[in-house]
């Protein structure tokens, strides 16, 4: 019998954990066959909250699930844990400066890298989805200088699912035919979804689609603002597409892409495509073994250079802004 992976999940009282942990209690986040152990983080006046969810945790008897913790303490919830999900976050609220946001969060994410530094796993995998996520997994990579860089990654897969089915519809193809898109950038209004090497049932998907006007004004923008049309609709944040979208980063992470396709992660730059090195900024990278790489050689015409840039100077600046209030 293998011995159980230790899995924490900040935040796990809220509507994402509640989305993403029975998911991962029932075998989806590793694999059909890997046994779990839940250390739930959360801040002291929701404890009572993640303590419910643990109840209905086992009320399913899951047969993989080997255990839960429940701790306000990072340095409890990250002892020997193997895959981090730093889903807890201090939202942006009314009024709110990007200064003040960033240095509410980094009072989350500084203290937590440092726990993750201390005490996690040497395999640690570290997935960031509270937002703004590539800048808070900047922050908690910076405080972690004993753990490789590259096990510090920011979510953009949920920006890329999104992006795949919308280029489905608008080709008439089911979502399993497309492929290689590329989120790049930040996962923010600025990100930049990039069909240029997609495929559509092994064809080009620009030359597929054909409409650069389909392209700049309705594909980017519904794929960049998709997450506050679902606010106007639901009344509330997507939650259970957020928590897929985590399941499949690290599934893919830990399990590999397909052959032929490859996927979209928010990880620390080598300096690719020109991205500045040490930016947590998404691209275009295949899986193997529990370790990805960059796809290189892609060229970018200008279209896309323009856009890529924007995204990028956005990071850049909230690396300044964060380097300025001492967080990184
Ligand atoms: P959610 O579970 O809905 O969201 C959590 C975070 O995920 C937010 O930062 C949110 O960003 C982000 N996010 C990323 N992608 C998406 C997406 N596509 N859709 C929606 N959200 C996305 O928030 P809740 O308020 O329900 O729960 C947060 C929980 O975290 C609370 O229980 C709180 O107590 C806890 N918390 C725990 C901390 C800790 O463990 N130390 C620290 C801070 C909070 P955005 O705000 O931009 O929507």
Redesign the pocket.
């Known amino acids: 019998t293998r011995t159980p992976v230790n899995v924490t999940v900040?935040?796990?009282?809220?509507?994402?954990?509640?989305a993403l942990l029975f998911r991962i209690a029932s075998g989806q986040l590793l694999g059909a066959d890997v046994p779990v152990k839940l250390r739930l983080?959360?801040?002291t006046?929701?404890l009572k909250?993640?303590e419910g969810t643990a109840m209905e945790l086992d009320d399913c008897a899951f047969p993989l699930l080997k255990g839960i913790d429940i701790t306000?303490d990072?340095n409890v919830?990250f002892d020997g844990t193997n895959v981090a999900l730093l889903?807890?976050?201090?939202?942006?609220t009314k009024g709110m400066e990007r200064g003040d946001l960033l240095e509410a969060n980094g009072g989350?994410f500084k203290p937590?890298g440092k726990a993750i530094n201390d005490h996690a796993a040497d395999d640690i995998k570290v997935l960031v989805?509270?937002?703004?996520?590539n800048t808070n997994a900047l922050i908690a990579q910076a405080a972690a200088p004993d753990v490789p860089a590259d096990r510090f990654t920011a979510?953009t897969r949920?920006d890329h699912n999104r992006a795949v089915t919308q280029l489905a519809k608008k080709t008439g193809v089911a979502v399993s035919e497309i492929r290689k898109l590329t989120i790049w950038g930040n996962?923010s209004a600025t990100q930049y979804p990039d069909i240029f090497h997609a495929e559509v049932a092994g064809k080009n998907a620009a030359e597929v689609v054909n409409d650069e006007k389909w392209l700049a004004e309705e594909f980017i923008p519904t794929v960049a603002k998709r997450?506050a049309a679902?606010i106007e609709a639901r009344g509330a944040?997507?939650?259970a597409?957020?928590a897929n979208?985590a399941i499949d980063h690290v599934y893919t992470w830990v399990n590999g892409t397909k052959e032929g396709d490859w996927t979209s992660m928010g990880i620390v730059s080598d300096g690719s495509y020109g991205v500045p090195e040490g930016l947590i900024s998404s691209f275009p990278v295949t899986t193997k073994d529990g370790k990805f790489e960059i796809v290189q050689g892609l060229e970018i015409n200008e279209f896309s250079q323009s856009r890529i840039d924007v995204s990028v100077n956005e990071l850049k600046e909230e690396r300044e802004a964060v380097r300025a209030l001492g967080l990184i």
Not at 10 to 18: E, H, L
Not at 87 to 92: E, L, T
Not at 129 to 133: L, Q, T
């Open positions: 900040t935040g796990a009282a809220g509507q994402i954990g509640y983080l959360e801040i006046p929701a909250a993640a306000d990072p919830a889903v807890g976050a201090r939202p942006r989350i937590q989805v509270g937002n703004p996520a979510m949920l996962h997450g679902i944040s997507s939650a597409s957020a979208a």
